[in-house]
């Protein structure tokens, strides 16, 4: 880490009652750094709770959205306005509400990798650590429409025995993992747990052990009695697993699963963000105030309250 420029951060933080998000695929120096490393809902839950007036967040932009609309009256800031996530823009608000022409009885069911217009037409909202209890919150005989992760999708569907009418959007970094990587890295370690994030294709997922969250994998791995892990998801989070877990070995399922926005964000950008109070991350208000119904929606659904390294309902599933 540089020190000097993580001093200049912490002044400057100070300064602006500032408090630093970040989310478990962020680079390592930058979890370090951060007040608070989590998955997507412990972020969410976190930037909802904070009483910082300023809220810089290390991770993409859906997430920061999310932030925005969860805390209207602070200032929310991405470090790299180019952050983006590729998964979200597979739909927009338009295209979903076309889909609830089509199926208009139906409940539509956000992941939270999506826009906040998307989001504002959405009924509920999940996460990948909860999107099982949200769905079966939902009445036995509604339709239910579920965006924009197939991957996802799919596996609540198997676990719930809920049909749900799929958007065919996918994260183009967990599509990178090969049923080949799996199956080789089992050969490399053959007394590792495979842990996989619900986002990977379903063949990826079958060969798996866990189907986990980023916040549950954290979890599973301090709680297992598992010497060795196989990560199946962003290799960001090894260093935290590694950091928590100094007797225990993880190893990337494939080094391609790296996400190049997660990475854009670095300490100088964090600096600057601070220097200059950019990017401000602003929904505007009747969007926000839709999209917020589906953000509580989800809350309400959950009986746990997550906290920055543990957002995990429950045991992991398979
Ligand atoms: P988690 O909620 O498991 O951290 O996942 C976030 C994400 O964006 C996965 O691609």
């Not at 989310?23 to 750094?33: A, F, M, V």
Request: aromatic share 6%.
């Amino acid at each position: 880490m540089n020190v000097q420029l993580s001093e200049k951060i912490q002044q400057l933080k100070k300064e602006r009652n500032a408090i630093i998000l970040a989310h478990n695929y962020q680079p390592g120096e930058i979890q370090d750094l951060a007040d608070f490393t989590g998955d997507s809902l412990a972020l969410s839950v976190k930037a909802a709770g904070t009483e910082a007036d300023v809220i810089v967040f290390c991770g993409v932009r859906f997430m920061a959205e999310t932030a925005a609309i969860l805390s209207p009256g602070k200032t929310v800031l991405l470090p790299d306005k180019h952050a983006g996530c590729p998964l979200a823009d597979m739909i927009t608000a338009e295209q979903l509400r076309e889909l609830k022409r089509n199926h208009p009885d139906a409940a539509a069911v956000c992941y939270v990798n999506s826009s906040a217009e998307v989001k504002a037409e959405s009924d509920y909202c999940c996460t990948s650590s909860n999107a099982i209890e949200v769905v079966e919150s939902l009445p036995g005989n509604k339709e239910i429409i579920f965006v924009p992760d197939q991957h996802l999708g799919r596996f609540v569907s198997e676990k719930t025995g809920r049909e749900m009418i799929l958007w065919p959007g996918y994260c183009a970094t967990h599509a990178a993992i090969t049923e080949d990587d799996i199956k080789n890295a089992r050969t490399a370690y053959p007394d590792a747990v495979v842990m996989a994030h619900p986002e990977c294709t379903e063949p990826v997922k079958k060969l798996s052990d866990q189907i986990l969250s980023t916040g549950q994998m954290l979890k599973y791995a301090r709680q297992s009695e598992a010497k060795r892990f196989i990560v199946a998801t962003e290799t960001g989070i090894i260093h935290t697993l590694k950091k928590e877990n100094p007797g225990k070995e993880f190893f990337p399922a494939s080094k391609r699963a790296v996400c190049p926005n997660m990475k854009r964000i670095t300490l100088e950008k964090v600096l600057w963000s601070l220097e200059d109070m950019h990017y401000q991350v602003i929904v505007p208000e009747q969007i926000r105030t839709r999209a917020k119904n589906a953000l509580d929606r989800m809350v309400k659904v959950l009986p746990a309250s997550p906290d920055s390294r543990q957002a995990s309902r429950g045991g992991p599933t398979k």
